[in-house]
C-alpha cells in the first residue's frame, strides 16, 4: 500500500532525531524505522514498538502523555493533516494490528520463542524484501529488546548469545542481526 497526500509534506529525519508531534496532523513513514517509546512513572523509558515503511505514527495515536517518536536510523516521512486522515484508513488499521502482533509476541510462550518473534518482527519492519535473509537493519540494543518484552537486559542478552550458538541468528556487527530461516 503506498498512500500520498502532499509531496511539500515531506521531511527527513536524521538518527536519534525526534519527529515532531501534535494533535492536527499524523507522519507516514516512507523510509526508515521509528522507536516509539514513553516515559513511566518512574521516569523510566519504556519502548513502545518499532515502525517502518508505509506504518502511521502521531500523536492522536497514543494516550500517553509523554509520547516520544525517535528515528533508529535516517527517515523519511511525510506529515498527513488532520483533514487528510480519511484517506489513511488502511495505514491506520494497520497500526492497530500491529500493535496486537507485538502484544501477542510478548505475552506468548518462552522467553527464547519470543524473544526470536520480536526479532522476526523486528526485521520485517527493516529488511530488504529482496533479500532471502530477513535482518534488523538498525542498531536495537539489548536494553532496547528487553524494555519491550518485560525481562531483564541480561536476560535478552544471554538468549541472544544462546540464538547465536545454535546458529538461529548472527550478529555481523553492532546494528545488524541477520535471522537464519527461523522465524
Known sequence: MTVSIARENLQLFSTNEQ??????YLWLII???????TIN???ENVTLSYWGKNDVVGKPLSSDSLYIL???QPVKAEKIS??????LSSA???HGQQIKELTYIIRTGKV???LLSLLGWLANKSSDQLNPHKSINFNITHQDLSEIMGVSRIT?????????EQGLISRPGRSKIILHDCV
Open 19 to 24: 519527529l515532531t508531534l501534535s494533535s492536527e
Open 31 to 37: 523510509e526508515g524505522v521509528v522507536k516509539s517509546s
Open 41 to 43: 512513572h518512574k521516569g
Open 70 to 72: 525517535e528515528c533508529v
Open 82 to 87: 488532520i483533514q487528510d486522515w480519511q484517506k
Open 92 to 94: 491506520i488499521l494497520r
Open 112 to 114: 527464547p520463542q519470543r
Open 156 to 164: 535478552v542478552t544471554k538468549i541472544l548469545n544462546q540464538l547465536e
